[in-house]
């Protein structure tokens, strides 16, 4: 689950935002204080950051230091203020008074354009975890040194959720994720397709594991 820090000093604004943003399955922090939100931004994790207009500074600490998305939302529409923005690190403006869907729709655009880019940089790396490694240059599983066959989509979950050890997914992130929110099927192939990775990386301490009523997590 996606987690977004929204820093808006005005609390009926921001809780506006989250409630839409919790409605869309994300997990949404709201900071009122400039310098208290600076501060959990950079000693905490996040995937998309809120800032409001005035919040340049934060956007330029922040930016030296992590690679997440950074949307302004703003009152105000003078170029210059874009201009700056931009150049501190901005990605995107988002222009008070706006309509909730759009901005569900934004952060997941950035979303997925950052998770596009990082798995771009990370796609050439394999994964050793325990005896288990994955490659994904040559598409390939072995466990203990032998190979496992695997479909693509198998392939693709596998690396996936490994490549985010320790967190926790449901099946309709995993769904979006891997197929994408436009293909035939429902989120119940991911519960298929979890078991039968289950049946071919087995191991004493078991790889992928079930979190009831969150979804499932791969283990170090």
């Given amino acids: 689950m996606e987690k977004i820090l929204i820093i808006e000093d005005e609390l009926s604004i ?9 409605l869309n399955g994300f997990e949404v922090v709201i900071e009122t204080d400039g310098y208290r939100g600076l ?13 409001q207009m005035d919040g340049f500074e934060i956007c330029r600490q922040v930016r030296e230091v992590k690679d997440i998305s950074i949307l302004f939302v703003t009152a105000k529409r003078e170029e210059i203020d874009k201009i700056r923005g931009l150049g501190l690190g901005a990605d995107d403006f988002i222009t008070k008074p706006f309509s909730p869907n759009e ?28 005896e288990l490694t994955i490659n994904p240059v ?13 479909t693509n989509k198998e392939f693709d979950l596998l690396y ?3 490549s985010h050890p320790n967190q926790v997914f449901n099946k309709d992130h995993l769904f979006e994720k891997i197929w994408g929110m436009d ?5 119940a192939t ?31």
């Fill in 14 to 22: 921001a809780e506006l935002q989250r409630d839409y943003l919790e």
């Fill in 39 to 51: 501060q959990v931004a950079l000693h905490e994790t996040f995937d998309l950051m809120l800032p």
């Fill in 103 to 130: 901005l569900v729709a934004r952060v997941r655009a950035h979303l997925s354009r950052y998770a596009r880019l990082s798995h771009k940089e990370q796609r050439d790396k394999s994964i050793t975890i325990r």
């Fill in 138 to 150: 040559s598409h390939r599983v072995k466990l203990g040194g032998k190979e496992v066959i695997l």
């Fill in 160 to 162: 996936f959720l490994a």
């Fill in 183 to 187: 293909s035939n099927g429902d989120v």
């Fill in 190 to 220: 991911v519960v298929v397709h979890i078991r039968k990775l289950r049946e071919k990386i087995q191991s004493a301490t078991p790889f992928i594991e079930t979190i009831w009523g969150a979804g499932y997590r791969f283990n170090l």
